[in-house]
Every structure is written in C-alpha cells, then in structure tokens.
C-alpha cells in the first residue's frame, strides 16, 4: 500500500526568506506526485505534479519541488516566501501503474504560515 | 474558481434529518470523488465514480449514500448522522485513464451535525 508523509504540521518562515515543506513517501515502483495548496474554506487547488524526467518541477505562483528517488523525496520549495504564500499544503502520490486504482493518497498537510 | 462546483456551502443538521449534498463538474470528466476532510486528520476518500459506476467505497457508513445520476453530477445524501460526521465534505472530478491527472477539487460542504 502507498503512503505519504509530511512529517511537519506546521511550518513558519519569514517574508521573503527560502521555504521548504518536506514530503516523503512510500509506493512500489515510481510514482505520480503531487502538490496541493488548501486556502481557508476553500478546496485544494493544484500546485505542481512530478512525472518523469526533470527532478526539478516547477509550478504555479513561483512553486517548485524536487523529487529525489533515494531518499523517496518529492520536498516544495519556494526561493522567496509571500504572506499569501500562508495556507495548508498537501502532498499526494499514486503509483504509475495501479489499474483501477486512480485515487490519490494524501499527506496529513502542513500548514505554512509566512510572517510579515 | 474552479469547474467544479459544490452546493450548499455550508450545511447545519440535526442527527434526525435527511440532506444531500451536490456537486458538479463542467471539466468534461468522467471520474468523480467524495472526501472527507477532518481537522487533524488526513483527507479520506469516501467514494469513486467512474463513468458513473461506484468503483470504490472504503468502508463508509451506510449513513452517506451517493448517487452519480451522470459524469458531471455527484450527489451525497445524508441521514442519521452523528456528530462525528461533522467535516468539510469535498468533491473532486478527474479524467479517467493512466495518465497523471490531477484532481480538481470543489471549494466544499461544511457540514455541522448537531
């Protein structure tokens, strides 16, 4: 079975300064991975998804991830971080080849806060 | 904001009472979803809609009962729920296929029982 964790609830950077929300994961084979952002009461918007080639993904608003399949990484990065940046993060993740299986298995989400 | 659109927005129930939550999609999509999204839990996908057939129901309560009428409407119906139940109620819609398709979600239902 596939899982995926984000092992930080919550992640507080500064205006302007890098942001990395971290993601790793566990499937057999090589996966699809995904990134969604949750605004308060609203639904998840699609940030970004890693298929194949380029480790380096890049996304909307300025996101981008980098999948590193040693250490089942696929972390979010932004260079610079927006207050509006703040909201809660999801990592998702589906195998490649799961025949009728085409749902998504999330993380438990990390809530980014970035302060003025 | 999104091609899919949820309704109501926000929904408060008594455990006696029966509701239904809606949801549509205008992507074209032949792949629809329920999830429920707890505060400090991870999402849980309640149901799959594939070309209309349920293709997977993970162990939820027979409390919540969906209907797919066709790709572009999924509804929720409700009755007898607990507290517990309490959540935001998400829908999403995909294609269907082996590709990488993401999922585009709805803004939700918050649903409170009382």
């Known amino acids: 079975a596939q899982s995926v964790a984000q092992p930080e609830d919550q992640v507080n950077v500064a205006e302007g300064n890098p942001l990395t929300v971290k993601c790793t994961y566990s499937v057999s084979g090589n996966p699809y991975l995904f990134w969604y952002v949750q605004y308060p009461n609203r639904g998840l918007q699609f940030l970004l998804k890693?298929?194949?080639?380029?480790?380096l993904v890049k996304g909307s608003y300025g996101f981008e991830a980098e999948f590193n399949k040693s250490q089942t990484s696929f972390h979010l990065k932004k260079p610079s971080a927006l207050v509006s940046d703040s909201a809660l993060y999801f990592c998702?993740?589906?195998?490649?080849?799961?025949?009728?299986?085409?749902?998504?298995?999330f993380g438990s989400g990390t809530q980014l806060t970035v302060l003025p | 904001e999104t091609g899919v659109t949820q309704t109501p927005r926000h929904l408060v129930m008594g455990m006696t009472n029966k509701k239904s939550l809606k949801c549509e999609q205008h992507?074209?999509?032949?792949?629809m979803y329920w999830y429920k999204q707890s505060a400090k839990k991870p999402l849980e996908l309640m149901f799959v809609y594939n070309f209309k057939e349920q293709t997977e129901n993970n162990s939820v309560p027979s409390r919540f009962s969906p209907e797919c009428p066709n790709s572009s409407h999924l509804f929720l119906h409700l009755h007898t729920l607990q507290p517990e139940d309490s959540a935001l109620y998400l829908c999403a819609s995909s294609p269907i296929g082996q590709g990488a398709y993401e999922q585009y979600f709805g803004p939700g239902t918050r649903l409170t029982v009382t």
């Open positions: 992507l074209g999509h032949n792949a």
């Open positions: 890693y298929i194949t080639g380029d480790n």
């Open positions: 998702a993740v589906r195998p490649r080849h799961s025949g009728s299986a085409r749902q998504l298995t």
